[in-house]
């Protein structure tokens, strides 16, 4: 049975909907000017998506703080039958704590198989990811981070929770310029996502020049490959 997909451009189009009834929704708010007060009106709406299966949701270029942040998450983790989650919040300049407390919220979701975080540009330290460990459905996953202050720590902090999502096959993972560039840095992270014994593509569009990048390429990836017979494609620049 083919279930219809929903689109929208304007909050108070999708708010009117019968939402019970939705099961696929895309979201484009981006550069709407969206603050905390509509982040609240429409928290409230998806909360009544008890049925939804797939969310895109598009907040780039938004007014939105750490209010707006959580109370999307709150509402998120009520669609207890998601199995595809994207979420745009380039530019919204959000801190640390609320993208910790949203993707803690998100990892309610059990469901989920497909999740899309573009995170670009925002105030992230990545101080903690606690729960994305817990999405053990998880099978693709995307991350762009860049334009973020990432240090050593927030990079291995990172590898440690990913390598517990043990069913991961797709991961497009995005750091591009904005670590703090050692080598140690990545070379932990290849030896934590070699564990990802089922991943098949990993997209990791990383400059390796500024890093010897013959040597630590071939580092990068004998590291990667350690536990991982599976992996088919392995993508930098």
Same mark, same amino acid.
């Given at each position: ?7 929208? /451009? ?15 929704? /895309?979201?484009?708010? &981006?550069?709407?000017?969206?603050? %905390?007060?509509?982040? *609240?009106?429409?928290?409230?709406? @998806?909360? #009544?998506? *008890?049925? @939804? =299966?797939? +969310? ?10 750490? %209010?707006?942040?959580? /109370? +999307? ?21 959000? #801190? ?5 407390? =949203?993707?803690?919220?998100?990892? &309610? ?13 925002? *105030?992230?330290?990545?101080? %903690? ?18 334009? /973020?202050?990432?240090? =050593?720590?927030?990079?291995? &902090? =990172?590898?440690?929770? +990913?390598?517990?999502?043990?069913? +991961?096959?797709?991961?497009?993972? #995005? ?15 290849? !030896?934590?996502?070699?564990? @990802?014994?089922?991943?098949?593509? !990993?997209?990791?569009?990383? %400059? !390796? ?20 017979? &599976? @992996?088919?494609?392995? *993508?930098?620049?």
């Amino acid at each position: 049975m083919n279930i219809q997909k929903y689109y929208f /451009n304007e909050l108070s189009s999708f708010v009117t909907q019968k939402l019970e009834l939705l099961k696929e929704v /895309n979201l484009n708010l &981006r550069g709407k000017k969206i603050d %905390d007060q509509a982040m *609240q009106y429409l928290a409230f709406s @998806l909360h #009544n998506c *008890q049925n @939804l =299966l797939t +969310l895109e949701l598009y907040l780039s270029k938004n007014l939105i703080t750490y %209010d707006g942040a959580n /109370n +999307l998450g709150i509402s998120i983790a009520q669609c207890s039958s998601l199995t595809s989650l994207t979420i745009d919040l380039w530019g919204c300049q959000i #801190n640390d704590q609320s993208i910790s407390n =949203l993707i803690s919220q998100i990892s &309610r979701c059990k469901l989920l198989t497909t999740l899309v975080l573009d995170l670009r540009d925002n *105030q992230f330290l990545m101080k %903690d990811l606690l729960g994305i460990e817990n999405l053990i459905k998880l099978t693709n996953l995307t991350m762009n981070l860049s334009g /973020n202050i990432i240090y =050593l720590k927030g990079i291995m &902090r =990172l590898g440690t929770y +990913l390598e517990k999502c043990k069913n +991961l096959k797709l991961l497009n993972l #995005n750091l591009q310029k904005e670590i703090k560039q050692q080598q140690i840095e990545i070379l932990s992270l290849a !030896f934590q996502l070699s564990y @990802l014994e089922k991943l098949s593509y !990993f997209s990791f569009p990383f %400059d !390796f020049s500024k890093l010897d990048a013959n040597k630590v390429k071939q580092q990068f990836y004998n590291l990667l490959m350690r536990k991982n017979t &599976r @992996l088919v494609k392995f *993508q930098t620049n």
